[in-house]
């Protein structure tokens, strides 16, 4: 048996205007509506008598002003955002930001460290020459020591093979 008559009833649960915190001036960041609860009220009528009764709280955008989840920049610090939103409702906001008066503060100390790691630098990098010039001397003198080596191999040879021949002429002479 189908109902004669359906009524549909929403009502919100907080009055519109009620928060007014929404952002209305521009800026950087993204804009959302915010989920507010409606209660919705459905009822069937057969004659005089009510069929069914279904009453529900459901989140809906709110009719206010867009709210704004500011992203902008600051200065000394990285800023990071991790926003997520579900069917077009924020559901999640974190915000990481340091102290930006803390970095502010500290800027002059880390300049002075790294001037005042220049001089060290300067010397690592002078005593990784040396020791690198130092390697290649050694290696310069082992490829010299290798190359006397051989040429002492090769002259031995040649006096070898001439003490053979001039003995192999002697015996043929006679």
Same mark, same amino acid.
């Given at each position: 048996?189908?109902?004669?008559?359906?009524q549909?009833?929403?009502?919100?649960?907080?009055?519109p205007?009620?928060?007014?915190?929404a952002?209305k001036?521009?800026?950087?960041?993204?804009?959302?509506?915010?989920?507010?609860?409606?209660?919705?009220?459905?009822?069937?009528?057969a004659?005089?008598a009510?069929?069914?009764r279904?009453?529900?709280?459901?989140?809906?955008?709110n009719?206010?002003?867009?709210y704004?989840?500011?992203?902008?920049?600051t200065?000394f610090?990285?800023?990071?955002?991790?926003?997520q939103?579900e069917?077009?409702?924020l559901?999640? =906001?974190?915000?990481? +930001?340091?102290?930006e008066?803390? $970095?502010?503060?500290s800027?002059?100390?880390?300049?002075i /460290?790294?001037? @005042?790691s220049?001089?060290?630098?300067?010397?690592?990098l002078?005593?990784?020459?040396n020791?690198?010039?130092?390697a290649?001397?050694? =290696?310069?003198?082992? +490829?010299?020591?290798?190359l006397? $080596?051989?040429?002492d191999?090769v002259?031995?040879?040649? /006096?070898t093979? @001439?003490?053979?021949?001039?003995?192999?002429?002697?015996?043929?002479?006679?």
């Amino acid at each position: 048996m189908f109902p004669d008559e359906i009524q549909i009833n929403v009502n919100a649960l907080i009055p519109p205007g009620a928060i007014s915190s929404a952002d209305k001036t521009g800026g950087d960041g993204v804009r959302y509506r915010a989920a507010f609860p409606y209660r919705v009220l459905v009822t069937a009528t057969a004659g005089i008598a009510v069929a069914r009764r279904i009453e529900r709280i459901v989140l809906l955008p709110n009719e206010s002003p867009a709210y704004l989840f500011d992203l902008r920049r600051t200065a000394f610090v990285k800023k990071t955002y991790a926003v997520q939103f579900e069917n077009g409702f924020l559901t999640s =906001a974190k915000i990481n +930001k340091p102290s930006e008066l803390l $970095a502010g503060v500290s800027l002059p100390v880390d300049i002075i /460290k790294s001037i @005042a790691s220049i001089p060290a630098e300067i010397i690592q990098l002078k005593i990784n020459y040396n020791s690198q010039q130092q390697a290649l001397l050694e =290696a310069e003198k082992t +490829k010299f020591e290798s190359l006397k $080596a051989f040429n002492d191999a090769v002259l031995e040879m040649y /006096k070898t093979n @001439a003490n053979q021949t001039q003995t192999l002429i002697e015996q043929l002479k006679k």
